[in-house]
């Protein structure tokens, strides 16, 4: 005890020792007032972090800087920028800082997502890229879609003749049971710790004690020793590696794939396989094979589901892009057909534009995971200092006028001309990052979204319940979290197509 109350009273000092060195530093981007102490964080005045981003860009530009506790912070809100940061300079800025929680949650920062630049990133994401998530890897998972998007069916069917249908927890299993089988091999259940310990993923990154961590590291350690928020991280790191040691013991006990996977090879078979192979083995732990599959289930649950959510949200508010969507989908796979599956998607060209649209207004992580600055470092003009995060506003850039034509109306038909993607090349949409740490379950996470969207859309028609008002008038307001997620659920009537 006596350690956290010491640390509470050296944290002035440190405070006004940090503030008069940060005010040294000439030339650096334009920035608002600030405070002793706090320095712009009264400016940051909505909890959704994006919207207050963008407000504070309209009044002093693309490139601001911001002092947040003790975070030197450069946020990025035009696509040019981001292309200098992403692209131009990206070998300057491909490093991640270092997050309280990754970093206790990640067995010191083995994961991919979060793990500052260097060998073992370089090492772990070409495992990734190579192993884990290429284009073939990624379509050998198919059959799984179909069969989750199949048990998706079945379970609002079952549940339309009851009343409305709460989409969003139905959206949420799907993607959590995707990316567990995927995985690991099996299902999550209702009251499987898996899926709780998903949730407590979530609820952690959203919570304002590590956010304060982040912003004054003295003080947010000394706290977390007597909040309980220690304990808590603690109990959930416990509780995964207990539960990821079983799932590896499990897997060097059978010869293939098992589970719910009818024998078929998951990702910790091939994280095992490499683990063997004497060639990479050296680099590879069981603590590195752990981070990696947790951040298969931080990165690859919410990603999906946001994007369904906000999708379906946004297609109920506009009946006239509903309805040309479902003329596609069932036009092009016709009638006799029980499903949408696989083979068909190459068919729907609208289908695909409207999910793009869906990216573009509401990319599920609407700031970019930061990045760190390696060393000093110029851009357009201004000085960048070693060590500063770089935060990229990614739905701002989604949304500038500059680029895109009445850009807070949903038109899919914006993406069925040119060749404009979310692959890293067009710096106007930028949904899942570019250059060195461009999200490598991209491809994954899309054609999960395409699947499930066009079987919800090709057996069902959907409406918003009776009394709650006209589907343009959506209640659409966001949660604040690491995903931006819809503050309520979306509840809809869904009656089968004949």
Not at 256 to 268: A, E, F, P, Q, Y
Not at 286 to 302: H, L, P, S, Y
């Amino acid at each position: 005890m006596w350690h956290a109350l010491l640390a509470l009273l050296l944290v002035p000092l440190l405070l006004i020792i940090h503030e008069i060195l940060s005010t040294k530093t000439s030339n650096l981007p334009p920035s608002p007032s600030k405070l002793p102490i706090i320095g712009h964080l009264h400016q940051i005045s909505s909890p959704i972090a994006h919207r207050a981003f963008y407000a504070l860009s309209q009044k002093h530009g693309p490139i601001m800087h911001l002092q947040l506790g003790l975070l030197r912070t450069v946020v990025i809100t035009s696509s040019e920028l981001a292309q200098e940061i992403l692209k131009t300079q990206d070998a300057v800025f491909a490093s991640r800082p270092l997050f309280f929680l990754t970093n206790k949650l990640f067995y010191g920062n083995l994961d991919i997502a979060f793990t500052p630049y260097g060998e073992y990133w370089k090492q772990a994401r070409k495992i990734c890229i190579l192993h884990l998530l290429n284009s073939r890897r990624v379509q050998s998972f198919g059959d799984i879609r179909e069969d989750e998007v199949a048990r998706l069916i079945g379970e609002v069917s079952a549940k339309s003749s009851m009343g409305p249908v709460n989409l969003s927890k139905i959206l949420n299993s799907l993607t959590n049971n995707m990316i567990s089988r995927v995985a690991v091999g099996r299902r999550v259940t209702g009251g499987d710790n898996l899926n709780k310990m998903i949730i407590e993923f979530s609820q952690l990154f959203e919570s304002p004690w590590i956010q304060m961590t982040e912003y004054f590291p003295y003080i947010g350690a000394a706290l977390n020793k007597i909040n309980g928020m220690n304990a808590r991280i603690g109990r959930l790191v416990r509780d995964w590696d207990v539960l990821l040691d079983q799932v590896i013991e499990d897997h060097k006990n059978k010869s293939g794939g098992g589970g719910d996977n009818d024998n078929k090879v998951d990702l910790v078979d091939i994280l095992l396989s490499l683990y063997k192979d004497q060639d990479v083995s050296h680099s590879l732990s069981m603590e590195q094979i752990k981070a990696i599959i947790m951040d298969m289930f931080v990165a690859g649950t919410d990603t999906s589901f946001v994007l369904l959510e906000w999708t379906m949200s946004e297609l109920i508010k506009n009946p006239r892009v509903m309805k040309v969507v479902q003329t596609e989908i069932r036009e092009a796979v016709g009638a006799a057909k029980p499903n949408v599956g696989e083979s068909d998607m190459a068919k729907l060209s609208y289908l695909k534009a409207v999910v793009k649209e869906g990216l573009r207004m509401h990319p599920p992580g609407p700031i970019l995971i930061p990045h760190e600055s390696l060393k000093d470092v110029t851009v357009q003009g201004y000085h960048i200092p070693a060590k500063t995060r770089i935060i990229i506003n990614a739905w701002a850039i989604g949304r500038d006028p500059k680029y895109w034509e009445a850009p807070e109306e949903f038109r899919p038909e914006r993406f069925l001309e040119g060749s404009l993607d979310f692959k890293g090349n067009d710096f106007q949409f930028i949904p899942f990052s570019a250059g060195r740490r461009i999200c490598p379950g991209m491809f994954f996470a899309v054609s999960e979204v395409e699947l499930a969207l066009a079987n919800l859309l090709y057996k069902f028609d959907w409406k918003l319940p009776e009394g709650v008002g006209l589907m343009e008038d959506l209640n659409m307001d966001e949660a604040p979290g690491l995903t931006v997620k819809r503050k309520y659920n979306l509840h809809l009537m869904a009656t089968p197509y004949q």
